[in-house]
């Protein structure tokens, strides 16, 4: 297993910067799914951004959830898989301080009109996208598919393109 720097996860998730973001919850009540567009890691390995106050009471969802993040963005070469514990932060006393979130969006949590949301990164998984050699020799293409999966242990014979690095946060 490959361990990789906090520093090198905030960069990728700053080049990338749009999100799928899941809650991973079985309660009646839960945050829907949301398109992330701008998130920020601080240096506890915190991944913080904001999205629209849910409609529900917000002291109805539970303390902590469990939730995933897939990091993406057209035309480049690799995404990043987060899971971790979610969490929604109202207290302007901890959200003043932060200087991943910008003014405006503190100004939109402060009348109420948002939320943050931190989630703390329990699990990474960066992967790149390899493109498939071009190969007119059949045989030797079906050689080296035989080949990985025969000997390759963290080789996907159904998506042959990609390579999972995982990510240890300590």
Known sequence: MITLPIKFLQQKIQELQSALFFTESNAVMSIPTHVVTSAEVDDAGQIWFIIARPTQHIDMFNEGFHAKMDFFKKGKGFYIKINGKASMVTDMGEIKNLTVINEDAKL??????????????????????????????????????????????????????LVAIPITIK
Do not use: R
């Open 108 to 161: 939109k949590i402060k009348q109420k009109l948002a939320v943050a949301i931190k989630v703390e990164i329990q699990n990474a998984d960066y992967f790149e996208n390899i493109p498939k050699p071009v190969s007119t020799n059949w045989i030797l293409a079906g050689k080296n598919h035989l080949y990985n999966w025969l000997f390759n242990s963290q080789y996907d014979y159904k998506n042959p393109q």
